[in-house]
């Protein structure tokens, strides 16, 4: 529509501005091909489906950006082939940009944008033996997995089998292995790690059901919280240790006197000379049926044996001190309890989920151990307290009943 103005001829501003063919095509290749560079960007950064569909929101940086592009060029297509030819001629839309600056200025802030995303925190990558793994180098050491915005798994989740993690990466030695490098590798089944490995973050093998062998080739003396929960099928665990301040007895990860990790599941018979069962440290062992402590022990440490379903049996000598918090939660197989007169400190809701029917306390000793079980989860009102004498407690602590935490 045109109207005069002072003698001249204008055209109204809502009027849609006539283009050519040629415009129209390389203005959407250009858009098109910018969506499937972001969407390659993305799915570079993945190793699998598998890898992708992780129930977490790490990837939701990545993903977000490239849906919205393809849904915006996905409505203006379907939008302008049925709107833009009008006439016999084409046009350009008032909402689309009015020069190539624009257009080309738009697709490439969305390029710097996804590449600032997909670089920030992104690890190195580097195969080994068919295995793609991701590290970061710091001081000179790698560590196996990733930080921050890319805290993704070290490997596919989709990697079946056994697997050896490499001694060096990047040409530097491997020392750590990183938070949740291994979490929801379902597949896995053994693994091995190198004598170089210091540590093992939290959560490291999280929900790897499938683990049954793990093989510890040197001294690992860090093992963060849950760095194996949820791998109910966990049977052996060797620590080849040279430090005899790290070593492996029994299948328990042992430092300085402390337990910091059940390896194993089933019986456990923690050796002479442990003096704490420390936090976390059979937390989730589901298939753990009983633990024998020595006299040495004099701590359990908070969560020591949390949601151990499974267990049947405990024995606290005489000599512990003090139990955590939460250090029997949800243990609901556990149905008595012996407290000797050294235990001094129970954590708030240590026996909470249990279904302890009975407390055996050392004669004259009832009325102190009801007052500090109060705020463990146990109903002191419901519970039967009984009396016996130093003698039969130490008897019954030599050889635990089933169902029974003595």
């Known amino acids: 529509m045109e109207t005069k103005s002072g003698g001249g001829v204008s055209k109204d501003k809502d009027e849609a501005e006539r283009v050519s063919f040629w415009s129209v095509a390389v203005s959407y290749l250009l858009v098109i091909l910018t969506a499937a560079l972001c969407i390659g960007v993305v799915a570079s950064d993945f190793d699998s489906i598998a890898d992708i569909s992780l129930k977490r929101g790490d990837a939701l940086p990545l993903i977000f950006p490239t849906i919205w592009i393809v849904a915006v060029t ?16 084409w046009v350009r839309s008032k ?15 969305m390029l710097i944008f996804l590449m600032f995303v997909t670089r920030v925190g992104k690890p190195s990558r580097e195969t080994v033996d068919g295995v793609r793994w991701r590290y970061t180098v710091s001081n000179g050491n790698a560590v196996i997995g990733c930080a921050g915005m890319q805290n993704r798994p070290a ?32 597949r ?3 693994v091995v790690v190198p004598a170089g490995v210091k540590w093992i973050g939290p959560s490291a093998f999280g929900d790897c059901s499938a683990l049954t062998n793990v093989v510890i080739q040197g001294n690992v003396c860090f093992v963060g919280p849950f760095a194996f929960s949820g791998c109910s099928a966990l049977k052996e665990f060797v620590v080849q240790a040279e430090n005899q301040s790290c070593k492996a007895v029994n299948g328990l990860l042992l ?21 704490s ?33 499974g267990l049947r049996s405990v024995t606290i000598p005489c000599g512990v001190q003090r139990v955590g918090v939460q250090a029997f939660m949800d243990c609901g197989n556990l149905l008595s309890i ?36 109060k705020g463990t989860g146990l109903d002191v009102d419901k519970v039967e307290f009984v009396e016996r ?18």
């Not at 006197?257 to 003096?275: K, Q, R, S, Y």
């Not at 989920?353 to 151990?369: A, F, L, S, T, W």
Request: aromatic share 6%; proline share 4%.
């Open 155 to 186: 490997i596919s989740v989709s990697r079946s089998g056994g697997l050896t993690i490499p001694s060096t990466l990047g040409g530097c030695p491997v020392t750590g292995i990183g938070e949740r490098a291994f979490d929801r590798c379902k």
């Open 338 to 373: 012996s407290v000797p007169e050294s235990l001094t400190d129970v954590g708030a809701d240590a026996f909470n989920g249990c279904q302890i029917k009975n407390v055996y306390v050392e004669k004259g000793d009832m009325e102190r151990v009801k007052e500090m079980l």
């Open 255 to 275: 430092k300085d006197d402390v337990c910091v990790l059940a390896g194993v599941n089933g019986d456990v018979v923690i050796p002479e000379g442990v003096t």
């Open 389 to 406: 004498d130093d003698e039969s407690v130490v008897s019954s602590a030599e050889n635990p009943a089933n169902g029974q935490v003595k």
């Open 74 to 89: 996905t409505v203006n297509i379907i939008r302008d082939c049925r709107n833009r030819r009008v006439e016999g001629h």
């Open 277 to 309: 069962i420390g936090a976390w440290a059979f937390e989730g062992r589901c298939a753990l049926k009983s633990v024998a402590m020595p006299a040495s022990v004099t701590n359990v440490e908070d969560y020591a044996f949390m949601h151990c379903g």
């Open 95 to 109: 909402f689309a940009p009015k020069s190539w600056f624009w257009t080309i200025l738009g697709c490439a802030a």
């Open 188 to 190: 896995l089944t053994s």
